[in-house]
C-alpha cells in the first residue's frame, strides 16, 4: 500500500478551522469540564481538546454509549460542518 500524503497541520491554512474549533471550545468549556480555564489557554490546546474529543467519540461509539454521544453532539455536528465546508457564523453573530 502507498504512503498516505499527510498535510502539515501546523500549514497556516488551518487556521481557520483551529479558528472555528478554539470558538466551539469556548463556547461549550463547561461541557468539557474547562469552566474556569480562559480564552487564551482553550485556544493554545486546541488540537489537544481535539484529539481527546476524537478518541473518546471514537470510544462511545465502539461501545455504544448513547448518552456521550448525546452530550458531546455539539462537536460532532461541526466536525460534519467542517467536512461539508459548511460556513462558520460571525464571531459577532
Do not use: C
Not at 8 to 34: C, K, M, Q, S, V
Not at 37 to 42: A, L, P, R
Not at 75 to 86: G, I, P, Q, S, W
Amino acid at each position: 500500500m502507498p504512503a498516505t500524503h499527510l498535510p502539515d497541520l501546523n500549514d497556516p491554512a488551518f487556521a481557520p478551522i483551529r479558528a472555528r474549533l478554539a470558538r466551539l471550545y469556548i463556547e461549550h468549556r463547561e461541557a468539557l469540564g474547562a469552566a474556569h480555564t480562559s480564552d487564551e489557554v482553550i485556544v493554545q490546546r486546541v488540537d489537544d481538546i481535539t484529539t481527546v474529543l476524537i478518541l473518546a467519540i471514537r470510544r462511545a461509539l465502539i461501545e455504544k454509549d448513547a448518552d456521550f454521544l448525546q452530550r458531546y453532539s455539539w462537536f460532532t455536528d461541526a466536525a460534519m460542518d467542517l467536512l461539508n465546508d459548511v460556513p462558520a457564523k460571525p464571531l459577532d453573530g
